[in-house]
């Protein structure tokens, strides 16, 4: 079995495009397993349709939620921030919520990826892709690269 230390050693100083994708998996898989607890999708739709109910928009307390006006003109579907904007096409479709370690919680904020936490010890992270296993997830081999592998 391959470990976490044969990885390091193999891919040291080399860029994460040129990892093979299948160890890309595999390192990721050692973070997944470290850092992400827990699907909690229906218990956090649930905690937001009933704020919803109640008047309490608990949505206004996910972090980047919004795509910046950086990646709304990437995507080339718009040549104009605003007219995205109001066609309400900036917020991120989130498929799932995972329950995270407070660490991973922060990458992911800083990596802008939509996250949550309702209180000082529970840490989310709204998943907006979904179908495949967590470690095929770009932003996670990146963080699990930055974090295992590079220098």
Do not use: H
Not at 77 to 87: K, L
């Amino acid at each position: 079995m391959t470990t976490l230390r044969d990885y390091q050693q193999k891919y040291k100083g080399v860029e994460l495009k040129d990892i093979k994708d299948s160890d890309r998996q595999k390192i990721a898989g050692f973070l997944v397993e470290r850092e992400i607890k827990e699907n909690m999708s229906m218990l956090i739709e649930d905690i937001f349709k009933n704020a919803q109910e109640q008047d309490n928009f608990l949505y206004d307390e996910i972090k980047n939620l919004y795509r910046t006006d950086e990646e709304i003109l990437n995507d080339g579907n718009y040549d104009n921030v605003e007219e995205c904007r109001d066609n309400g096409e900036d917020i991120k479709e989130v498929f799932e919520w995972w329950l995270i370690s407070k660490w991973l919680y922060e990458k992911l904020n800083e990596k802008l990826e939509p996250v949550f936490t309702p209180n000082d010890f529970n840490y989310f992270w709204g998943r907006t892709c979904t179908g495949q296993a967590i470690c095929c997830d770009y932003i996670i081999q990146e963080i699990a690269y930055e974090t295992f592998i590079k220098d």
